[in-house]
């Protein structure tokens, strides 16, 4: 070997160790996830989770997907979220843990794209709409891959999606008597996953995914020891396969909330956290000046009530649940 060639080859030493690391590194491992350099949220489920839009369906979503912009184009990220419109009479979780509550999701922090609509349920082929109107979880996704994912940038190391689901799949059957539940449910979830897996397969990694809450004690659960079968149920089965979703998927950071659980903290300590009222709510909770006249109606303040109607709890207890889910993303407390 000549002399030029001796020298040529020590200058590539450092560089083929500095491969041989990086070809070492385990394969799969996620990127650290940092809620503060997050961008992007996309956002799927019902009632609990909707924002209202200013080009949604009225009371329920934030968007049809059926607005064109001059060009003849689906407007999507144009359409400004309007304030305190959802079912809790004021912010909700989403908008709490995003810090978006009004306006172009753009212009938050954390940008939230919300494709969540009020009454859904899981898969239509398992179970009838709770609605004839509804947009069933499995739509939504359809719609996130035909009109959001073609207009809204994201990157794998900035974007959360949110999955909360499921609340009106155990409540619309909470009296059906000839089916197996675990099995239904399975059937369900597998359905959700199913929908995971194909946002996975579009290059999101991070995932949050909350357990259904306790209807069972809502003003409006009626057969309480049925749904509370139900909810219990569903939430086994949910929290196995997001353990099973996250130990499949090893370069993807996955968080699970216990919606039920910390709820119910909350209903068995109801004064610590201020509420007075936790069975019953305002039956003028839907009028437009609750929340400053809430006196003229014979009711408490809001902020004093846990449930916002028969089956929604208030904003405040959204908020409260809101600050734990943010703590679990600051820290990164994966699955």
């Known amino acids: 070997m000549t002399n030029e060639l001796l020298l040529i080859s020590l200058r590539l030493v450092p560089f083929l160790l500095l491969a041989g690391h990086a070809l070492a590194k385990p394969v799969g491992r996620p990127e650290k996830f940092d809620w503060k350099k997050n961008e992007v949220v996309f956002a799927f489920g019902d009632s609990y989770t909707y924002t209202q839009g200013e080009l949604g369906f009225t009371n329920y979503s934030w968007n049809t997907f059926q607005h064109l912009d001059k060009h003849g184009n689906v407007i999507v990220g144009e359409d400004p979220i309007i304030l305190n419109a959802t079912s809790a009479g004021g912010p909700n979780w989403i908008e709490d843990v995003t810090g978006c509550y009004s306006g172009l999701p753009s212009k938050c922090k954390h940008s939230l794209y919300n494709i969540a609509f009020a009454g859904a349920d899981i898969d239509p082929t398992k179970i009838a709409l709770h609605h004839n109107f509804s947009i069933d979880y499995v739509t939504q996704i359809d719609q996130w891959f035909t009109y959001v994912q073609p207009k809204i940038h994201y990157k794998s190391s900035n974007t959360l999606a949110a999955s909360f689901i499921g609340i009106n799949d155990v409540s619309d059957t909470s009296k059906w008597t000839n089916v197996s539940f ?122 004093e009530y846990f449930w916002f109607n028969s089956g929604h709890i208030t904003y405040p207890v959204h908020k409260l649940m809101a600050g734990q889910i943010s703590e679990m993303l600051e820290k990164g407390a994966t699955v």
């Open 182 to 303: 675990p099995a239904f449910f399975d059937g369900l979830i597998s359905s959700v996953f199913d929908g995971l897996e194909r946002l996975h397969s579009a290059g999101i990694k991070s995932f949050l995914v909350l357990n259904v809450p306790p209807v069972d004690h809502a003003p409006g659960s009626g057969g309480k020891a049925a749904l509370a079968a139900n909810v219990a149920t569903y939430n086994s089965i949910l929290a196995n396969y997001t353990s099973a979703f996250a130990a499949n998927h090893t370069d993807s950071n996955v968080f699970y909330f216990d919606t039920y659980a910390y709820l119910m903290t909350i209903l068995n300590d109801a004064s610590t956290y201020g509420f007075k009222n936790i069975t019953s709510f305002c039956p003028r909770y839907d009028a437009p000046d609750f929340n400053t006249n809430y006196a003229a109606y014979g009711c408490l303040a809001p902020y």
